[in-house]
C-alpha cells in the first residue's frame, strides 16, 4: 500500500511560484511512475507532469511546459512539482498519484494511488 500525501499549495498572485511536495509512507516511491494531476471546480481531474521511476523521463501538459517542473528524491520517498509564472487558471486542487505502469502516462486511469490534494490559488 501506498499513501501519499501532499504539501505546499496556497494563495499566491499571478506571475509568482509555489512547490509542491508529495511524501509517500509505506511503499518506497521508487517503484512507482508519479504523476501530478489537478482538478477545478467544475472540471475533470486533469494530467500536469509526470516523472520516470528513475527520475530521468518526465511528460507535460502543453499548458504548464516551461513553467512546471516536476522532480523526484527516491531517498526522500517524495516528489515535486516547482511551478513558476503562475496564472489564474492554474488555480485547482492538485493532486499527485502513483502508477505501476512502466511508462508515464497521462490518463488517471493508469494511476492507483491517490493524495488528498492540497489547494493552489492564483489570484489576478
Known amino acids: 500500500q501506498v499513501q501519499l500525501v501532499e504539501s505546499g499549495g496556497g494563495l499566491v498572485q499571478a506571475g509568482g511560484s509555489l512547490r509542491l511536495s508529495c511524501v509517500s509512507s509505506?511503499?518506497?516511491?521508487?517503484?512507482?511512475?508519479m504523476g501530478w494531476f489537478r482538478q477545478a471546480p467544475g472540471k475533470e481531474r486533469e494530467f500536469v507532469a509526470g516523472?520516470?521511476?528513475?527520475?530521468?523521463?518526465?511528460l507535460y501538459a502543453d499548458s504548464v511546459k516551461g513553467r512546471f517542473t516536476i522532480s523526484r528524491d527516491n531517498s526522500k520517498n517524495t516528489v515535486y512539482l516547482e511551478m513558476n509564472s503562475l496564472k489564474p487558471e492554474d488555480t485547482a486542487v492538485y493532486y499527485c498519484?502513483?502508477?505501476?505502469?512502466?511508462?508515464?502516462?497521462?490518463?488517471?486511469?493508469?494511476?492507483?494511488?491517490w493524495g488528498q490534494g492540497t489547494q493552489v490559488t492564483v489570484s489576478s
Open positions: 509505506g511503499r518506497t516511491l521508487s517503484t512507482y511512475v
Open positions: 516523472i520516470s521511476r528513475s527520475g530521468d523521463g518526465t
Open positions: 498519484g502513483a502508477s505501476t505502469f512502466m511508462s508515464v502516462l497521462a490518463p488517471t486511469t493508469f494511476y492507483t494511488y
